[in-house]
C-alpha cells in the first residue's frame, strides 16, 4: 500500500478488523533517502520511489531493501530527460570526440568502441538526434 497515513489507516480498517493483530512496515522518503545516501539522490526522486513500492512483485516475501532501491532508481535516473542549449552539447560531444580519437591513436583503431561501447552509442545517437 501507498499513501498519507490517513489513507493508509482507512484501507487498513476496510481490509481487517480493529483487534487484528498484523505486522506493517512503514517506509518514509527519509528512509529512502537514508538507504541511498550515498547517491546523492534528491528528495523529489526519493518520494517517486517510495510512489512505487506498490509496483514490486514479491516484495511480502522478499521484502524491499537497499538492492531493489538501487534499481528503481536506476530505471527512474535512465528515463529523466533534460534540455541543454545545443551549442552546449556540440561542445561536449567534440571533446567526447576528441577523447574517443585519442584512445584510438593510443590504443589501436577501434579501441575506443571496444572500451565504451555504451558511451561509444550513446554519442552516435545524440549527434545522429542533433542533425535531425
Known sequence: ????VNALCAQLLQK???????????????????VLDDDS??????????????????????GVGGDELRSMLDNIQRRHEVCVPVASLMQVL??????MR???VQGGEGSAARLWPLENEAIRE???????
Open 1 to 4: 500500500m501507498y499513501g498519507t
Open 94 to 99: 567534440r571533446v567526447a570526440g576528441d577523447f
Open 41 to 62: 539522490v534528491p528528495e523529489k526522486v526519493a518520494a517517486e520511489i517510495l510512489s512505487q513500492f506498490d509496483m514490486l512483485d514479491g516484495h511480502h516475501e522478499y
Open 16 to 34: 481487517h478488523r480493529a483487534d487484528e493483530q498484523i505486522a506493517l512496515i512503514v517506509w518514509t522518503k527519509e528512509d529512502v533517502l537514508a
Open 126 to 132: 545524440v549527434t545522429a538526434a542533433m542533425k535531425r
Open 102 to 104: 585519442l584512445e584510438d
